[in-house]
């Protein structure tokens, strides 16, 4: 999935079900996702912290925040990217992810980018 953003940023995800680190009979579906931002703006910015609304299909909803991702706040100037892997555990077979990512400028001018809501699902359970 893609989508920019009025600010210039790119967000494309992709989501890998993880079979070998799931429980099915145990209600664990473990997933990693993979989530690439480009900069296609004319600005440099840092990624400040995020924010992840997590639903499984039973409605359950898990909110994480944190500084930066995987351990890190990069900053993409114009016409860079940054891709990063981290993962989530859900007690259903399928759910979604959205959430947004803060930034802040170079000039300090803090903003929002949003992450847009992706699928989680093991594999022929949606068609």
Same mark, same amino acid.
């Not at 920019?4 to 989501?15: E, L, N």
């Not at 979604?96 to 359970?125: C, K, N």
């Given at each position: 999935?893609?989508?920019?953003?009025?600010?210039?940023?790119?967000?494309?995800?992709?989501?890998?079900?993880?079979?070998?680190?799931?429980?099915?009979? +145990?209600?664990?579906?473990?997933?990693?996702?993979?989530?690439?931002?480009?900069?296609?703006?004319?600005?440099?910015?840092?990624?400040?912290?995020?924010?992840?609304?997590?639903?499984?299909?039973?409605?359950?909803?898990?909110?994480?925040? +944190?500084?930066?991702?995987?351990?890190?706040?990069?900053?993409? +100037?114009?016409?860079?990217?940054?891709?990063?892997?981290?993962?989530?555990?859900?007690?259903?077979?399928? +759910?979604?992810?959205?959430?947004?990512?803060?930034?802040?400028?170079?000039?300090?001018?803090?903003?929002?980018?949003?992450?847009?809501?992706?699928?989680?699902?093991?594999?022929?359970?949606?068609?």
């Amino acid at each position: 999935m893609e989508k920019s953003d009025q600010h210039g940023f790119m967000i494309r995800t992709q989501v890998h079900y993880l079979p070998d680190q799931s429980d099915e009979l +145990g209600n664990r579906f473990v997933f990693s996702y993979t989530i690439n931002i480009t900069n296609l703006g004319s600005n440099t910015a840092k990624l400040i912290s995020r924010h992840w609304i997590i639903t499984d299909a039973n409605h359950h909803v898990q909110e994480v925040r +944190g500084q930066g991702v995987v351990g890190e706040q990069p900053s993409l +100037g114009p016409n860079q990217s940054f891709e990063y892997t981290s993962g989530t555990v859900l007690a259903t077979q399928v +759910g979604t992810m959205r959430g947004s990512y803060q930034m802040q400028a170079v000039d300090g001018t803090e903003f929002d980018i949003e992450i847009p809501q992706f699928v989680l699902s093991v594999p022929r359970v949606l068609h």
